[in-house]
């Protein structure tokens, strides 16, 4: 399996936009918010932003959390 190079990019925190997590995933905005929508997870609206915690990341779509620790661990290897 091959991680994206945006993917590197993403950084381990509480709280992430659907939009940098669609850029770093390599899909359009709406797919994702839709599967993680699909996925039940809460999505937080400010503005025309959406948001998504960690912990529904977790525990609702794991694939793309688990895509988050190895680019985290890929980073710190590569420092």
Known sequence: MT???????????AI???????IAAGV???SL??????AGCELIVSGNAYYV???DLELKVRPLWEGIKAAQALGKELS
């Open 28 to 30: 359009e905005r709406r």
């Open 33 to 38: 918010r839709l599967l993680l929508e699909q």
């Open 53 to 55: 915690s960690l912990a």
């Open 3 to 13: 991680l994206r190079h945006s993917m590197h990019m993403l950084r381990i925190k």
């Open 16 to 22: 992430y936009t659907v939009g940098e997590l669609a």
